[in-house]
Nanobody
Framework: QVQLVESGGGLVQAGGSLRLSCEASGLTFSWCTMGWFRQAPGKEREFVAT????????YYADSLKGRFTISRDNANRLVYLQMNSLKPEDTAVYYCAADQDVALKTESREYTYWGQGTQVTVSS
């Protein structure tokens, strides 16, 4: 059974930082492209970042470049999202996603497995 479990969300003031983690089990993590998405209340789920299975290539949503960093630790089956200079508009539920492939993936429909999400709230 595949499980993706996000952690690290919470309440932070604007300008602050958070690091989200996603722990994978039940799949061959090192074969998977990983991604982060987010969904704010009343909005559609949107792409945040993606990383190839070896971690040698990453891609970000244009609006988040320079503030967010995706990384992974294949030995421990973890993927991270470091979020800096947080803004109230970053408030959302953040989801981890996985798909067994080599390519970067920016569309939610391209991912097979999803976590339950972790809430990030940024206060002004």
């Amino acid at each position: 059974q595949v499980q993706l479990v996000e952690s690290g969300g919470g309440l932070v003031q604007a300008g602050g930082s958070l690091r989200l983690s996603c722990e994978a089990s039940g799949l061959t993590f090192s074969w998977c492209t990983m991604g982060w998405f987010r969904q704010a209340p009343g909005k559609e789920r949107e792409f945040v970042a993606t990383i190839t299975r070896r971690g040698d290539s990453v891609y970000y949503a244009d609006s988040l470049k320079g503030r967010f960093t995706i990384s992974r630790d294949n030995a421990n089956r973890l993927v991270y999202l470091q979020m800096n200079s947080l803004k109230p508009e970053d408030t959302a539920v953040y989801y981890c996603a996985a798909d067994q492939d080599v390519a970067l993936k920016t569309e939610s429909r391209e991912y097979t497995y999803w976590g339950q999400g972790t809430q990030v709230t940024v206060s002004s």
